[in-house]
């Protein structure tokens, strides 16, 4: 089947003209369209070239004021998704008769058959037993529509989404700390400051456009301090490197934090006014000496000291984290760690002091404001609270007790279909068997269910193994917003329009509530009348949405949540004395009642699964600059898959020699879940006890045969960067 899926779907490259033969041949644009980049959180500005509605290239944006028309690798090339030969034109049904494993179908016919499965399941197994996994690369409209469709339609408790796999954690660390879940800070602020912190996160190849913003205040003088187990591009012009052993990064915390007491570089009064919990955080780090955090790190004493030096007599500083540090099972003490750091110096809430994530996919951070998440509702509002259940409820014109209660997270729900709990799965903008760790176990479950459909405008390897696909819709195809790194709510404007049978996602989602039979305020004209609903809904909520409006959105180029009333100009910078906050009043600048921020005493526990004589050596995972996420639209661009067509396994020197590997041989490396095979690279940027893969291919390419699915407690995002495995050299000389 694999052979014939991808003679007809892919993944096939393409490429085309550039900008000069196209001029030479007389194809200009009939228009240009100011939009954003479909990747990463970052979202870039652009405007995209149009010849009768086809994108045929890329102009700058020069005047959107977060990239000022820089662009990276991807964001140049993303138009080449649009009109590809892969695109699903058609609505498709599994068909095993047929060589390529499906046949096309009739849409409508399509949307009936998926309603009568979900009818079917749902009479015969309850409303829980089919069950919602979206994704935070939708618009924020569309992330807001699939938790009202979920929870008023399938009436299920059970829908999640891939930020799972993303800002999860650091997302709970900001709420137990701040109250309130995104960035504090506008980047500008990243220019002003003396002294920046960047932990886990491979900034030049994951989010290029921040590193301007890093370099802009290294040329003004600041120091930059990297935090992460191989030596990144950012790393090599960093003035600190901590070589940190994976899994370990809340010791480093720690360790930093009591020097920083020691020697009184931490500011008591910020402490004594806005914060509480200090004591014991104090007396708890205590315990991580200067040699004891060395020795658990594997950063040597002198490098840590010098951390600690730079943050702790610092006047104005920036902490940066990213997945290094969040994708653990104990992700969330992990970003409580980088917390800790920041309001013991006190440097928040004012002009070049402040903390941010780095978030990963295109809607990251709007994509768990809104109601998608298991335990949410709109505005961030907590699916178990009476108060905010009562408000919704009223928005959306229910009884309360209609709204299902907190369901489980995306892993747990394949669990779910293992125990036979679940029977039925739709999935949106989520490619689970190449996304999610111990991807061997997630192909059995896709294949145990009894009914799958999955909406995309690619056929994944995941919708592989759909019943019914559905032909959805590319970001450049339909317009609505998205929430980027910052905290700016940003305009995505419709481009062109969607080929054949494809059509809009919100569209397909409310044509199944209509054909289930439950379409009650699923009957929305457009992502304007859904984004007003979600004003309404947001009002009052820690995300509060409700003074944004598109004209608004336009006129300022983004508008930063919270924003409560539309004569409100948005907040840049949250907890700055006298801000808005509709949890404190006034209080302070932290969302709790009093207005004060919480430390936390994080305990420090090692990876679930810890090296030991048969699997010596640890794995950790990432991604390329040419590549994103599942690969399932990168691998489809050719400049941008001829930059990386394969993985590869990344092996220190002294590594390599021990196991007899050269580079360029294929290396064999082994979990506890599976094994793959791997042209070995061989570099000094890296630690001996470490290898790395990246992780956005499939099948034996796939790095998530690997990894665990250990997860946070908290957050339940699973544990990618850190698992026990061994290498050898392969008897494969190419791989497959």
Known sequence: ???????????????????????????????????????????????????????IGIEPWEEFPFNRGMLCPKGVKRYLQNSHPDRLLHAYAKDPSSPEGFRAMDYDEAVKKVAQEINKIQAQHGYDAFAVLTGAS???????LMGKFARLCLKTANIDYNGRLCMVSAGAACKKAFGIDRSANAWDDITKSDVIWIAGSNVAECSPITTEYIWAAREKGAKIIVVDPRITPIARTCDLYLPVKPGRDIVLFHGVLNIMIQNNWIDQKFINEHTVGFEDLKEHVSQWTLDKTAKETGIDEKSIMKAAELWGQASKSFMLHARGIEHHSHGVENCLGAINLVLASGRIGREGCGYGMITGQANGQGGREHGQKCDQLPG?????????????????????????????DAYEIFRKVDRGEIKGLLSICFNPLVSLPDNNFIRKMLEKLDFFVAIDFFMSETAQYADIVLPGSLQEEDEGTV????????????????????????????DIAREVGRNHGLKFEGPREIFEELRVASKGGISDYYGITWEKIEKQMGVFWPCPTEDHPGTPRLFEPGSWNPIAKGAGPFYFADGKARFHAAKYSPPKEETDKEYPIILTTGRVVSQFLSGNQTRRIGPLNDQCPEPFVEIHPKLA????????????VESRRGKADFKAMVVKTIRPDTVFIPYHWEGRKSA????NSAQDPISKIPEYKACAVKIYKSTREVVQ
């Open 704 to 707: 998530n045969q690997l990894t």
């Open 1 to 55: 089947m694999e052979n014939a899926y991808f003679k007809k779907f892919g993944p096939h490259t393409s490429y085309q003209l550039d900008d000069q033969e196209r001029s030479d041949r007389g194809l200009e644009p009939d228009k240009l369209v100011k939009t954003h980049c479909c990747f990463c959180g970052q979202q870039c500005g652009m405007q995209l070239k149009v010849r009768e509605n086809k994108i």
């Open 657 to 668: 020699q021990h196991f007899g590997i050269q580079n360029g041989d294929m290396v064999t």
């Open 138 to 144: 939708l618009t924020t409209e569309k992330t807001y």
């Open 483 to 510: 929430t980027q790194v910052e905290g700016r709510v940003i305009k995505i404007n419709k481009v062109v329009d969607a080929p054949g049978d494809a059509r809009a996602d919100w569209k397909i989602i409310q």
């Open 380 to 408: 961030n509002r907590d699916i178990e609270n009476p108060e905010h259940r009562e408000y919704i409820a009223k928005v959306w014109g229910v009884d309360e007790k209609d709204i299902p209660r907190k369901g489980v």
